[in-house]
């Protein structure tokens, strides 16, 4: 025989439980803008390069042919992959915060490379691009899991931080469009905000150092 269940008043009328809202603090909805700024340039880099490398390296002094631009590219997207393999290897035994802090050395070597000697040498050319693609293919993963540990990415926070992607690419098409024609390192001074943007990210997380954890507020 079933057991009978008493009257509740509150489930008769359809009361729900009590849910928990994750509230940020102060400092950080400081570290997200700074995330979604970073984001973009990441988002806005990892578009223009592939679209806009083999167009720099025909119009750049180095005068590179068509095939010899596809190569070059080739070894960016490459150096993509492989990061990508290296990363998912060592992630058991690395934490976000070190793969993000070499994402950011390989990066800042490889825009080093390629604002000194991308339009004189074919070779360090494609040295920076390397050093570039490393440091990008794994950056976008990372950087959520390095921001997972302040506070927690979801809901509006991670649809906020997406519509970045969506700004990114919209912005970049319009900058490049009407200028990688006439001035075609605008690509590697563009490449120069993706590792800034990622140091100030980093700086703005040491003030949510003291705020891990988000309030919590009980709403019905």
């Known amino acids: 025989m079933r057991e009978r269940r008493s009257f509740d008043p509150a489930r008769a ?21 700074m995330v979604f700024v970073f984001l973009c340039a990441q988002i806005g880099v990892e578009f223009a390069v592939p679209s806009y490398l083999p167009t720099f390296a025909v119009l750049s002094r180095l005068g590179q042919t068509k095939a010899e631009a596809a190569d070059t590219l080739a070894f ?17 035994r690395a934490g976000p915060d070190a793969i993000v802090a070499l ?9 080093c490379v390629l604002l000194l000697f991308a339009e004189d040498s074919a070779l360090l050319l494609r040295i920076g691009y390397v050093l570039l ?17 302040y506070f927690k990415v979801e809901g509006k926070v991670g649809s906020f931080l997406m519509i970045g992607d969506g700004v990114a690419m919209l912005f970049t098409s319009i900058l490049f469009g009407p200028l990688i024609g006439t001035f075609p390192r605008i690509l590697l001074y563009f490449q120069v905000s993706y590792p800034n943007t ?15 954890e988000a309030r919590l507020e009980t709403s019905y």
């Open 76 to 92: 960016f997207q490459g150096a993509m992959v492989a990061s990508r393999v290296a990363t998912a290897l060592a992630a058991t």
């Open 13 to 33: 009328l359809g009361a729900q439980e009590p849910r928990r809202v994750y509230l940020l603090s102060g400092s950080d909805r400081v570290l997200v803008s």
């Open 198 to 212: 990622q140091a100030w990210g980093h700086f703005s997380s040491q003030k949510s150092c003291d705020h891990k």
């Open 133 to 149: 693609g490393l440091g990008c293919g794994t950056a976008f993963s990372n950087t959520w899991l390095w921001m997972d540990q």
């Open 103 to 111: 994402n950011g050395l390989l990066i800042v070597a490889g825009n």
